[in-house]
């Protein structure tokens, strides 16, 4: 075994500013990002008032992080284009926030589905 770490778990070692830059520079030029998914629908997380849904740069990174809290889930693939002409104006609508790839610990830029849309077209 390598003693090397692998891309995901140097993803998961930077700044949640870090994580949440390249998510949006991801979606802004059109990459698919991924969420957890079981039969009954996405994976959304109560925190405080809000409902998060937590989202990756890919489907590794959502099933490692997932492993140990969420291991019925699997991962759901979504196409820029579906993310923020769908996802997005429905998350406004049904007021869920965006987690943007939170690490290992569960650390992670939550913002509301406005401003994450405003920061994919910032870009």
Known sequence: MS???NLDEVFFRLTSNDRYSQMVERLSQGQSI??????QG????????DKVLPIWLSETQALQWAEKDY????????SAVDWQEKWLPGMINDKFAVGAAPNMAGECIVSSAEEHAHDIQSV
Not at 42 to 49: E, K, N, P, R, V
Not at 71 to 78: A, H, Q, S, Y
Request: aromatic share 8%; charged share 25%.
């Open 71 to 78: 291991p019925d889930f699997k991962g759901l693939e979504i």
């Open 34 to 39: 991924w969420t957890l998914a079981d039969e």
């Open 3 to 5: 003693d090397t770490p």
């Open 42 to 49: 996405c994976l959304l997380i109560q925190l405080s008032s």
